[in-house]
């Protein structure tokens, strides 16, 4: 994991630059794998590396793991260290993996602390399927979402299954399985 530096009393926060999008991975069903001695989905690495490589991108990204959770087992306090570093990043364009079913609660906390007027489009992306299982939706919705980073104006957004959401525009529906728009 990163250092982070943290701001003096009056230091301004950095202006958003680059073209480089900035990837926090917090682990979710995204980077699940199987342990076979176990029987159970545990972490290990992330996978978004060889995503990249895989679906020949040809972004300039710069990777920071944050932390490799279960999206059930994310607190407050993670919460908050991804508000800290979205903050602290100093690229305008941020993409967040994270596991599906919280992932509207940490949407919720990001867009608290980054109105649109502070410059940042703020993305995040999960899958419903490990990406280790090879049948996985988390390439499809890795890609979608650095389109989406790219072209959305400042903001903070859930980008799956090709769809994008403003963060309070959408909902996980648990029966299907399906992010959908619901009305404000």
């Given at each position: 994991?990163?250092?982070?530096?943290?701001?003096?009393?009056?230091?301004?926060?950095?202006?958003p630059?680059?073209?480089?999008?900035?990837?926090?991975?917090?682990?979710?069903?995204?980077?699940?794998?199987?342990?076979?001695?176990?029987?159970?989905?545990?972490?290990?690495d992330?996978?978004?590396?060889?995503?990249?490589?895989?679906?020949?991108?040809?972004?300039?990204?710069?990777?920071?793991?944050?932390?490799?959770?279960?999206?059930?087992?994310?607190?407050?306090?993670?919460?908050?260290?991804?508000?800290?570093?979205?903050?602290?990043?100093?690229?305008?364009?941020?993409?967040?993996?994270?596991?599906?079913?919280?992932?509207?609660?940490?949407?919720?906390?990001?867009?608290?602390?980054?109105?649109?007027?502070?410059?940042?489009?703020i993305?995040?992306?999960?899958?419903?399927?490990?990406?280790?299982?090879?049948?996985?939706d988390?390439?499809?919705?890795?890609?979608?979402?650095?389109?989406?980073?790219?072209?959305?104006?400042?903001?903070?957004?859930?980008?799956?299954?090709?769809?994008?959401?403003?963060?309070?525009?959408?909902?996980?529906?648990?029966?299907?399985?399906?992010?959908?728009?619901?009305?404000?």
């Open positions: 994991m990163r250092s982070i530096r943290r701001r003096q009393k009056g230091e301004r926060p950095p202006r630059t680059s073209k480089v999008i900035r990837i926090l991975v917090t682990g979710g069903t995204f980077d699940k794998q199987y342990n076979e001695l176990a029987g159970t989905l545990t972490f290990k992330t996978h978004l590396p060889e995503m990249l490589r895989l679906g020949r991108s040809r972004i300039e990204v710069a990777i920071t793991t944050l932390m490799m959770i279960d999206s059930l087992e994310m607190t407050d306090a993670h919460r908050a260290q991804i508000v800290e570093c979205c903050g602290e990043a100093a690229e305008a364009r941020i993409l967040v993996t994270h596991g599906t079913d919280t992932m509207i609660d940490t949407a919720r906390a990001i867009a608290a602390a980054f109105p649109a007027a502070r410059g940042k489009t993305v995040l992306t999960g899958a419903m399927v490990p990406y280790a299982f090879g049948s996985s988390g390439l499809f919705n890795l890609g979608s979402a650095l389109s989406f980073v790219q072209a959305l104006p400042p903001g903070v957004y859930v980008a799956m299954n090709g769809r994008c959401f403003a963060w309070n525009q959408v909902r996980k529906n648990r029966e299907t399985g399906i992010f959908e728009e619901i009305g404000n």
